[in-house]
C-alpha cells in the first residue's frame, strides 16, 4: 500500500485549527480546533449545511475558552488532538484512500470519540447530521 499523504486543503485544515488557538491565545491544539478547521475549510469550498464561521468560532470559545495573555510559545497538538489523527490515518488507510483531505479529517476526528461530550451541541448541529453532510 502506497504511503498516505496529505492534500493541500488537510493542510489548510491544520492550519486554521493553529489559527484559532492563536487567535484565543491557546497554547494546545484540541480535536475541536480541528474539527472547526476541516469545517472552515471545507465551508470555503462550497461545501452546503455546515456550521458558520461565526458558529465556529463561538462554539470554540465555549468549548475550549480563550485567555488575555499572549501567547509566548507556538501552539502544539494535544493528546487527544493527536490520537484524533492517528484514528484517521489508520481508517484511512484501512479503507483503502491514499489522500487524507479536510473532510477526511472532519470525519475521522467526529468518528474519532475525542470531541468534548457537548461539542456538536455547540457546533449547532448533531453527529449524524454533521457527518451527512461531509463530502465522502
Known sequence: MAELQSSEDFQ???REAENYCWA???AIIAPEHLLAG????????????????ATLDAALL?????????????????SAARAAI???A???????KELLTAATLARGVIESG????????AFGTTRTALLATLPT
Do not use: C, H, I, Y
Open 38 to 53: 476541516a469545517l472552515k475549510v471545507l465551508a470555503a469550498a462550497g461545501v452546503p449545511g455546515l456550521p458558520s464561521p
Open 90 to 96: 489508520g481508517e484511512a488507510r484501512r479503507a483503502g
Open 12 to 14: 489548510r485544515a491544520l
Open 62 to 78: 465555549e468549548l475550549q475558552g480563550s485567555s488575555d495573555d499572549e501567547l509566548s510559545q507556538q501552539v502544539m497538538f494535544g
Open 24 to 26: 484565543a491565545n491557546v
Open 114 to 121: 475525542e470531541l468534548m461530550p457537548n461539542a456538536f451541541a
Open 86 to 88: 492517528n484514528q484517521t
